[in-house]
């Protein structure tokens, strides 16, 4: 399956605006060691109806309760009803590419 141009442009740019969304309290000064990662993550998926569906990371000082942008978006897109996907894009601040973790590589 492949993306036109302008599916591919509206993703992209639909997965950095969802960036603006992520929740995590920032730690001063950013710690390491903290249970936040001081990332912020943006995802987009396409379903098969054409809808652009975004989603943010949402962080939790409890680490393991904190959610990926990329699960947060399918789950939305889930619950609305959606079970067929084109594509997802993902967008974090990083000058280098970001690999998803391996929960939203299984999900
Ligand atoms: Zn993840």
């Known amino acids: 399956m492949t993306l036109s141009a302008e599916e591919l442009k509206l993703l992209s740019t639909k997965a ?12 001063l000064p ?4 903290g249970p936040y990662s001081n990332f912020r993550v ?13 989603g943010a990371n949402v962080e939790n000082a409890s680490y393991p309760v904190g959610t990926c942008a990329e699960r ?8 609305a ?17 970001a690999s998803p973790c ?4 299984q999900l």
């Open 81 to 97: 009803g959606h079970k067929q996907f084109k594509a997802i894009a993902v967008a974090t601040d990083s000058k280098h590419p």
């Open 42 to 54: 943006g995802a987009c998926v396409l379903t098969e109806q054409q809808e652009f569906i975004s």
């Open 102 to 105: 391996g929960m939203c590589r």
């Open 30 to 33: 950013p710690s390491s060691s």
């Open 16 to 27: 950095i605006a969802a960036k603006a969304a992520a929740y995590f309290p920032r730690c």
């Open 72 to 79: 947060v978006a399918l789950g939305t897109a889930v619950f």
